[in-house]
């Protein structure tokens, strides 16, 4: 598990001033500028030497991979924010840990975050609504919010003149979400966090790796929900294709599509070891066990056509598996390793 602690921070990976220039009319323009993505993180950070970055103001925020095509390399502050309306369980993970307190936080946030972290003012916040109301009136610096949201809300905060940073968070890889996190890591703790975050996820993948080499590769079916169906390039089915398992559904839809609904047709006959069962939304895996087990029973003659569930060869997870958490993706997969060994 992570442990959280005080970090200084310092304005380390900042753009020099001269990147700035026609850069602002990509990507967010509210108060804050955009970098121009033409220059990567490592650029940056080659090319800023220390008594540079004392000399420099402003404050960079990275951004991940997979957003840089529409919010460019990072958004650029006049300075380290100090009112923070923290929306994305990515970001809110990232300052949990580096003990940086937001003044508000989303309604949808769960992780094994510090105590004061559950005092916090709540903006009520889900995939397709937010309270921008609240928002503003709490006059933020800085709104970070997942980038689903952007297209239906960020007008409206843009014209109140906050700068909004987005997030890349959601039914995404698990590789994904661990790009999201580091660029975080990088922007708010500089890269003294970014190598720390770095070493962690080594790790936990090198349990995955060696779990992979030891056992044969297992056939898994992956329920997300009792009607739809995920592919290895889901949170969870990333995670489980490091282990060295198959996904099956690759092979009945589009792996891109990360979840798809399930032809029960497609399914009969399948070959499959293990049944991997996860509901968004649903806190505990004993809640996600009676919600499929009630399926099931209330259709027992077209479940148990799939050997494994006739079997009882099914994991059920708890909805943290459903969607990317930012950086608790370690403990994620690392909990997950420990469950399928936990079974031999």
């Known amino acids: 598990?992570?442990?959280?602690?005080?970090?200084m921070l310092g304005l380390?990976?900042?753009?020099?001033?001269?990147?700035?220039?026609?850069?602002?009319s990509k990507g967010n323009s509210s108060k804050?500028?955009?970098?121009s993505e033409s220059t990567t993180v490592a650029d940056t950070t080659?090319?800023?030497?220390?008594?540079?970055?004392?000399k420099v103001e402003g404050f960079s925020i990275f951004y991940a991979e997979a957003l840089k095509d529409t919010e460019g390399e990072a958004l650029q502050l006049d300075k380290m924010p100090e009112k923070i309306v923290c929306l994305s369980n990515a970001g809110?993970?990232?300052?949990?840990?580096l003990d940086i307190r937001p003044i508000a936080i989303n309604s949808t946030a769960s992780g094994d975050y510090p105590d004061w972290v559950s005092e916090l003012p709540v903006i009520e916040t889900g995939m397709s609504k937010l309270d921008t109301e609240s928002v503003i009136a709490l006059e933020p610096d800085l709104v970070i919010m997942g980038s689903h949201l952007k297209e239906s809300y960020s007008g409206v905060l843009i014209d109140a003149g906050i700068p909004i940073y987005y997030t890349n968070e959601g039914h995404i890889s698990y590789e994904e979400t661990k790009d999201q996190a580091l660029v975080l890591a990088k922007s708010f703790g500089g890269d003294e966090e970014l190598e720390k975050l770095e070493a962690e996820f080594a790790e936990v993948e090198a349990r995955a790796e060696e779990y992979k080499n030891s056992h044969e590769a297992q056939k898994a079916m992956l329920l997300f929900t009792p009607t739809y169906q995920s592919t290895s390039?889901?949170?969870?089915?990333?995670?489980?294709k490091l282990m060295g398992f198959e996904i099956v559904s690759d092979?009945?839809?589009?792996?891109?599509?990360?979840?798809a609904p399930i032809d029960m047709e497609q399914l009969i006959g399948q070959e499959i070891d293990m049944v991997f069962a996860v509901y968004p939304g649903v806190p505990s895996s004993d809640m996600t066990q009676k919600s499929f087990e009630e399926e099931f029973t209330k259709n027992p003659e077209i479940w148990n056509?799939?050997?494994a569930i006739e079997q009882g060869k099914i994991v059920y997870l708890s909805g943290t598996y459903a969607t990317a958490k930012g950086a608790n993706a370690i403990n994620n997969l690392n909990d997950l390793i420990d469950m399928i060994e936990g079974l031999e």
């Open 1 to 7: 598990m992570r442990k959280n602690k005080l970090v």
């Open 12 to 24: 380390t990976g900042l753009m020099a001033i001269s990147l700035l220039v026609g850069c602002a």
């Open 32 to 35: 804050g500028t955009t970098v």
């Open 46 to 54: 080659e090319a800023t030497t220390i008594e540079e970055t004392e």
């Open 92 to 97: 809110l993970d990232i300052l949990a840990n």
């Open 233 to 240: 390039e889901s949170y969870l089915g990333s995670m489980l």
């Open 251 to 259: 092979s009945l839809v589009d792996p891109s599509l990360k979840a």
């Open 305 to 307: 056509q799939i050997s």
